[in-house]
């Protein structure tokens, strides 16, 4: 027997699953040449840590903002506390983004729109960025939440000593002194569209570390989000400006540092080259590549990556990638997969080895003779949905304008979210043959009130204020949430789906499909549904995978290609005829 109380924050399946109080701890310091113990934090639901030099610690509750805590909403208040003493003061009220400086001397928090510091030995608070000329606000976050802007760009960390802080806006670094004096931009990113990050170097990053010294010189990452270049920069002496040291239209990271030697390694690929690691000096002068991955590549027909600006229908200017099949011919109008998400357009240079246990891979579907459409979807708040439709609609009519993709062969697949809107798409348009969705959202009434098993949290705070958008709950806009649902258009959809559950789905309950196949077959709509018995939101056990991988192409094959279809696709598998249908497709046959 169980009891939930709509009072609870922690709802019983996450205290069942996590112990509730039962193993948290307090927080504490023994001081051994004292022979003595300071207990620091003084509530279980609290959180608490030590600042540097261990003279202060900080505890934080969201205990007053429990309506927070329950619905995406988070805020808390933070409390000083002297650890020799025992003395505890507010420092914070009702705040949601705040951290403390390495040097225990400080504390920084976001209000929606500026940077705030607080003197923790004088209490004297500081606005460090509202006279700046800078964007520190994040204005492209699309997510609802009762912050707006909701959050800043975050800190970069800070100098020693507490002597300065580093923030980042969209693009540069800025260096601003604990009381707000002496703001300086060190980066030029804004000029280029190139954002500056300042990366950590492995094994050169300490924990321990009171700041960054002012006399070294880190290393920062490059990004250009609309050419998709990456790379790495580094400050100059005196942090006067950065040197770019490496700016490629590629895949470039994952820069070590050697133990024992000033020696550099990075890895650079691209969609249709594979990783491959580079050694250099410290300032990555005259690279030697070290590793040959795949060597066999240049003996495999294989396709390439294009990077495509484009308009949505509601005036937003936003990019796709557009994987062409190997061997393509230029001006040859080929079938064409759309795979949907959210912002894809960052994903143009990775490498895929095509698997039949990564069902979703799209090399595999260029060597099978596809294009692959990977458009950005930017959100309205209450309209995730339709702000899909907008992205999704223009992006392909964009391909077919380019002589790439055949209008009467456009396929859609997504998994999650994406199979969301795999799934809304075709019951609001007719411009696919055919759709694949992977554990879809289906019911916009419903979902609201559904469980995370997994973690057994509620849905509601994903709904609102994450990634669903739905910002407020259905009574409060029903319009809303049936012109975004799937299953309340479903009689119209023209379109043949093919939808894939686990029936152990820990994330997107099992009855999301079950509801929405049950509505499609009195609808007289063509649909099949897979049900993976055993699986959870993602497909564990190579032989669906492969299953899952070999329908998806089967799926695609009749309606995009034309091929002729197997009888499960048609008609449908009896019981009895069930095994005979698995060993079919996993011994490949056709």
Do not use: C
């Not at 697949?413 to 609001?428: F, K, V």
């Not at 939101?537 to 197997?566: S, T």
């Amino acid at each position: 027997m169980q009891i939930w109380h709509t009072k609870d924050i922690d709802l019983f399946p996450a205290q069942s699953r996590f112990g509730g109080n039962a193993n948290r701890t307090l927080l504490a310091i023994w001081r051994l040449n004292e022979d003595r113990v300071s207990v620091v934090g003084s509530d279980l639901e609290t959180s608490s840590r030590l600042l540097r030099g261990w003279e202060t610690a900080l505890e934080e509750t969201d205990e007053p903002y429990p309506w927070g805590a329950m619905f995406g909403r988070p805020y808390a208040d933070t409390w000083a506390v002297d650890t020799r003493t025992g003395e505890r003061r507010r420092i914070l009220t009702r705040v949601r983004h705040s951290w403390p400086s390495t040097g225990g001397g400080w504390m920084v928090r976001w209000d929606g729109s500026a940077y705030h510091s607080l003197n923790l030995r004088t209490g004297e608070e500081y606005d460090l960025t509202s006279a700046v000329n800078a964007e520190f606000a994040n204005v492209d976050y699309d997510t609802p939440t009762d912050v707006t802007p909701p959050t800043g760009f975050g800190p970069a960390g800070w100098m020693e000593d507490d002597a300065a802080l580093l923030l980042y806006d969209k693009y540069d670094i800025w260096r601003v002194e604990p009381d707000g004096s002496n703001p300086t931009r060190l980066t030029r990113g804004a000029e280029t569209g190139v954002t500056y990050r300042v990366t950590g170097l492995i094994p050169d990053d300490d924990d321990d570390e009171p700041g960054i010294d002012p006399r070294s010189r880190p290393y920062l990452s490059l990004y250009n989000e609309k050419t998709e270049e990456r790379g790495y920069a580094r400050f100059d002496r005196g942090w006067t400006g950065a040197e770019t040291l490496i700016l490629e239209h590629a895949s470039v990271g994952g820069l070590i540092r050697a133990d024992s030697a000033d020696v550099m390694l990075y890895r650079v690929n691209t969609f249709d080259d594979p990783p491959d690691y580079f050694v250099a000096g410290p300032d990555l002068a005259d690279p030697v590549q070290v590793t040959e991955i795949n060597p066999f590549i240049s003996e495999v027909a294989w396709g390439r990556a294009e990077l495509v600006d484009f308009v949505s229908e509601t005036g937003r200017d936003l990019q796709f990638v557009l994987l062409y099949p190997a061997n393509h011919e230029a001006g040859t109008a080929v079938p064409t997969i759309v795979y949907t998400y959210e912002i894809l357009s960052p994903s143009m240079h990775s490498f895929r080895v095509p698997r039949e246990t990564d069902y979703y891979n799209y090399t595999a579907w260029t060597q099978n003779g596809y294009a692959v459409l990977l458009p950005d979807i930017v959100y309205q708040a209450r309209e995730p949905g339709v702000s899909a439709l907008a992205s999704v609609r223009a992006a392909v009519a964009k391909a077919v304008e380019m002589g790439v993709t055949d209008p009467d062969a456009v396929g859609l697949i997504g998994h999650s979210w994406g199979g969301y809107q795999a799934t809304y798409l075709p019951t609001r348009t007719d411009i696919f043959a055919a759709s694949v969705a992977g554990a879809p959202i289906t019911n916009f009434v419903s979902f609201m009130g559904a469980l995370h098993w997994g973690p057994g949290i509620a849905e509601v705070d994903h709904w609102e204020t994450g990634q669903a958008r739905m910002e407020v709950p259905f009574w409060e806009d029903p319009e809303a949430h049936r012109r975004n649902s799937p299953i309340h258009e479903v009689h119209n959809m023209e379109t043949p789906l093919l939808m894939a559950f686990g029936d152990d789905d820990g994330v997107v309950d099992f009855d999301q499909g079950t509801e929405f196949f049950n509505f499609a077959r009195r609808a007289g709509r063509q649909m099949v549904l897979l049900v993976y018995e055993g699986e959870d939101h993602g497909l564990a056990q190579e032989a669906n995978q492969k299953d899952y991988h070999r329908r998806i192409l089967e799926w695609f094959g009749h309606y995009l290609k034309g091929e002729p279809a197997p009888r499960w696709i048609t008609d449908g598998v009896a019981f009895e005829e069930l095994e005979e249908e698995k060993k079919r497709v996993a011994t490949g046959k056709r």
